[in-house]
Every structure is written in C-alpha cells, then in structure tokens.
C-alpha cells in the first residue's frame, strides 16, 4: 500500500468512527474503545490536512515567482513551507508507527543486585533512586511494593509501582543489565570494583489483560521476616502465591495485613504472567525484525556507570554522556530515555519504508 492509499484509508476510517459515534445506538463500551481509537487518529488526519493545504499552498506559491511584484514575497513563503512540509510528514510517518498497547500502562519496577556483594545491593538502591527522582520529574507517582534490605542500606530487591500518564512508553527500555564501575565504600584500598543490577520494567496488567483460574494458584502464608517486619513475627500476614502452570512465584511481607499483601501479590503475579505473553510475542516478531534498541532480554548489558570518569554509556545506541551526576539523580535521564525512543522510532520507520 503506497503512502496515498495508507493515508487515505485514515482518513475514511476516521469519518466511519465520527459517524458510527454520533448514531448513538452503542453500548457504553463500544462508545468507549470507538472514541479512544478516534482519539488517536485525530492529530494524524490533522496533520494530513495541514499537509494537503500545505502543498496546495505551495502550488499557488510557485505560480508567484512569475509575477516580478510577487516573487521576492512568495520566495520567503516558499522557504518557510519548505521547512514546514518535512515537519508535518515526518509527524505523519510516526503518527503511522503501530502503536504499543502497553505504551499508556502503568509500570511495574523491579530492581535486583547482581553481581557484586553488598556493592551490588547499594548501586540497586541508587538505580531506585534515580527513577524516583525521574518520576518526580514527570509526575508520576512511586509506591514500593517490596523491598528486601541488606545490612548497610541497599536493596537485595525492590518491586514498585509507577503510576501516571504513559509510564511504560517511557520506561519501557530500561529493562537490562546496569553495570557500575566505582570504588565502593566498603573498599578500604581505593580500587575501582564492578558490580551489576538487573531492571525489569513490566507494563501492569489489570484483570481483563489477563485471565487467572483460582484452582491455578496455591497461596501459602507465613511470618514476615527482615527489615520493617518486626510486627510479623507474632501473626502470618506475609503471603507467597505460586502460579502452578507458569512456575511463577510471587512473595510479599511489605504489609501488616495479609489482605493487602495478598492484593500486592496479584497485582505482581498478573503483570509478570502478562508480561510473559508480551515476551512470547516479541520472540516471534523478532524472527523478522529485532530492534536496534535492544531485544528485550533482561540478561542483555545495556549501560554502565563509570563514576571515576563521571561518564554513562548506553550500549545498545552508543551514547555517551558525561553528566552521570545529573542523570543518576534523574534531573537528565530523559536524555537517555528520549534517545532510545528516538532510535526505536528511526528503526520502526525504516522497517515501515522497506
């Protein structure tokens, strides 16, 4: 189908939603998803419109340079729209790129030490740090779910919850291995160690995402143990939920209530099963097409922190930044998150043209 045709069959597909929505004889729900999809073409078929007054003004343009007392005028017309036009159909060719469904979903944050003792568990604790201080910055709010602490206040693991507008289509690519190089402070000799930590990022699935049978599951409780779990040792309010047919085990002791921890549990259980579909999906799309940003494997080392040289490399697209501070504390991790979108974008755009 050439760009035309892709554009004109928006277009038509547009009108048909206007027109099915103003009939009125819909349910709440079909109103509902027609409305969501009219509202995501919207800015597409108003940048078509843009772009074919655009050009027709253009046309009329030309015809000027004729005329000796219109031409240096329609000359500096010319220049702007010349400018103007690539905008809007590059706005047009991204507005083209298949959408992730998962793009608008709140996120579940899971951060765990690798490689690296103690030293492992502090840079965790500073890559949690880091994406609060992000989420600050965009609005978004972050509740801890679960977090286990070593002895000297990092984190073995820490499970939270992001919520906000468009959460995953931001975070979605931090997903990998994050490998630091710096003196820990437990190093009493000045030597430069390297240690890891392993980011998951899984957009959260709500019930109608994924279906659980409950004879599928056995819940096991028990006593709460660790830091912040003094009140557990006198009732079994921590809860372990094994999903029987994936394998997948979820552990929660964050609450005193064993009601809540359970509601914790589930909420983790159905966005890790989700995101198991997710992953089944990727690995059959990237039989055809892997993306240059990365493929999604959580094993796969995607950055690391070099402290002695204040410097941050992102693997997958080959930047680099010396401005660690700034981007450890979140104030500047928009500009390695923005750059990975821009590189999935350029890669889906060329996989478009082809």
């Known amino acids: 189908m050439s760009m035309h045709e892709k554009l004109s069959t928006i277009k038509k597909r547009h009108e048909e939603l206007a027109a099915l929505m103003s009939a009125g004889n819909l349910s709440g729900d079909e109103f509902t998803k027609l409305s969501v999809e009219y509202a995501d073409l919207s800015p597409v078929v108003e940048a078509i419109d843009e772009l074919g007054v655009a050009m027709k003004e ?10 000796p007392e219109m031409k240096d005028m329609a000359k500096d017309d010319l220049l702007a729209l010349d ?31 690798g490689t690296g003792g ?29 977090a286990r602490e070593n002895d000297i206040g ?31 402070k437990t190093e009493t000799q000045g030597r430069v160690h390297t240690s890891a930590a ?14 659980i049978n409950t004879e599928d599951l056995r819940i096991d409780t028990y006593r709460s143990q660790g830091a912040g779990g003094q009140h557990v040792n006198t009732t ?25 921890n ?10 890790r099963l989700y995101d198991l579909q997710r992953q ?14 990365g493929s999604g494997d959580r094993s796969e080392r995607i950055r690391t922190y070099n402290y002695p040289q204040g410097r941050l490399t992102d693997h997958r697209i080959n930047l680099t930044l010396y401005k660690l501070e700034d981007v450890v504390s979140g104030e500047c991790l928009d500009e390695v998150i923005d750059s990975l979108i821009a590189e999935d974008q350029a890669s889906s755009l060329a996989s478009l043209e082809n």
């Not at 392993?198 to 279906?211: F, G, H, R, S």
């Open 280 to 293: 089944q999906l990727a690995d059959e799309r990237a039989k055809d097409r892997k993306s240059q940003v």
């Open 83 to 113: 400018k103007r036009i690539p905008e809007l159909e590059q706005k047009i060719k991204l507005a083209l790129i298949p959408k992730d469904e998962a793009d608008s979903k709140n996120v579940i944050l899971e951060i765990r030490a």
């Open 198 to 211: 392993t980011v998951a990022v899984l957009p959260e699935a709500q019930e109608v995402d994924v279906k």
């Open 58 to 67: 253009k046309e009329d343009l030309q015809e000027l340079l004729s005329d």
């Open 236 to 260: 079994d309010s921590a809860v372990r939920i094994t999903h029987i047919p994936s394998g997948v085990v979820v552990e929660m002791q964050e609450e005193r209530s064993q009601h809540k």
């Open 118 to 146: 103690d030293e492992a568990a502090l840079f965790a604790s500073d890559l949690f740090v880091m994406y609060k201080g992000y989420a600050a910055k965009m609005g978004w709010r972050v509740e801890v779910l679960e």
């Open 154 to 184: 990092g984190y073995k693991e820490i499970v939270a919850q992001v919520t906000g507008n468009n959460v995953f289509e931001k975070l979605k690519f931090e997903s990998g291995v994050h490998r630091v190089q710096r003196v820990p």
């Open 262 to 271: 359970r509601d914790k549990a589930m909420k983790v259980l159905r966005t």
